[in-house]
T-cell receptor, first 113, second 111 residues
Framework: DAMVIQNPRYQVTQFGKPVTLSCSQTLNHNVMYWYQQKSSQAPKLLFHYYDKDFNNEADTPDNFQSRRPNTSFCFLDIRSPGLGDAAMYLC????????????FGQGTRLTVV | GENVEQHPSTLSVQEGDSAVIKCTYSDSASNYFPWYKQELGKGPQLIIDIRSNVGEKKDQRIAVTLNKTAKHFSLHITETQPEDSAVYFCAASKGTYKYIFGTGTRLKVLA
């Protein structure tokens, strides 16, 4: 059974049109992460939540925002997608901060047209 | 800053042969080293991990070794099968939230 579920699997959005990607988890983990992965590259951490505490990476553009309304759900909002934001977006969870397995969702592949 | 180097970037082996992927980390405080397998169009999945108090760990055809002194860790896959074909990422973590990923190795197992 899927434990970290991302919707949709594929998303096409127009240049500059806000888009939201969603992630849900059944693991009851404290930490939820959003990563951006471009072709043939390692996942790049955008931000994470520890419970309700939001932590942004220093180099994450302001264009990227996140919401975590409850333990199970986390959203990635891209306010004005540019062509350079086309990528696979991965949600992950872990029970505690680092030092333990991170569980990844299947990812959402975002295309910007 | 923290860095994980991974080699090789691509690796082709004949079915049944062994594959070895190597990673080097920079932060000596790192204490957790997972390996993830990512199949095309899917998210990464943990295949094996090792902590800094252990030098080697094995799970069936997969093993990981850790040399803390040299700050190296390696993934070994024996008796490779076509379904082992994927991109493999190593990572290092020092107990904070951040996993530093390597750049990935594309493994092709040739039938």
């Amino acid at each position: 059974d899927a434990m970290v579920i991302q919707n949709p699997r594929y998303q096409v959005t127009q240049f500059g049109k806000p888009v939201t990607l969603s992630c849900s988890q059944t693991l009851n983990h404290n930490v939820m992460y959003w990563y951006q992965q471009k072709s043939s590259q390692a996942p790049k951490l955008l931000f994470h939540y520890y419970d309700k505490d939001f932590n942004n990476e220093a180099d994450t553009p302001d264009n990227f925002q996140s919401r975590r309304p409850n333990t199970s759900f986390c959203f990635l909002d891209i306010r004005s997608p540019g062509l350079g934001d086309a990528a696979m977006y991965l949600c992950a969870t872990s029970r505690v901060l680092g030092g333990t397995e991170a569980f990844f969702g299947q990812g959402t592949r975002l295309t910007v047209v | 800053g923290e860095n994980v180097e991974q080699h090789p970037s691509t690796l082709s082996v004949q079915e049944g042969d062994s594959a070895v992927i190597k990673c080097t980390y920079s932060d000596s405080a790192s204490n957790y080293f997972p390996w993830y397998k990512q199949e095309l169009g899917k998210g990464p999945q943990l295949i094996i991990d090792i902590r800094s108090n252990v030098g080697e760990k094995k799970d069936q055809r997969i093993a990981v070794t850790l040399n803390k002194t040299a700050k190296h860790f390696s993934l070994h896959i024996t008796e490779t099968q076509p379904e082992d074909s994927a991109v493999y990422f190593c990572a290092a973590s020092k107990g904070t939230y951040k996993y530093i990923f390597g750049t990935g190795t594309r493994l092709k197992v040739l039938a």
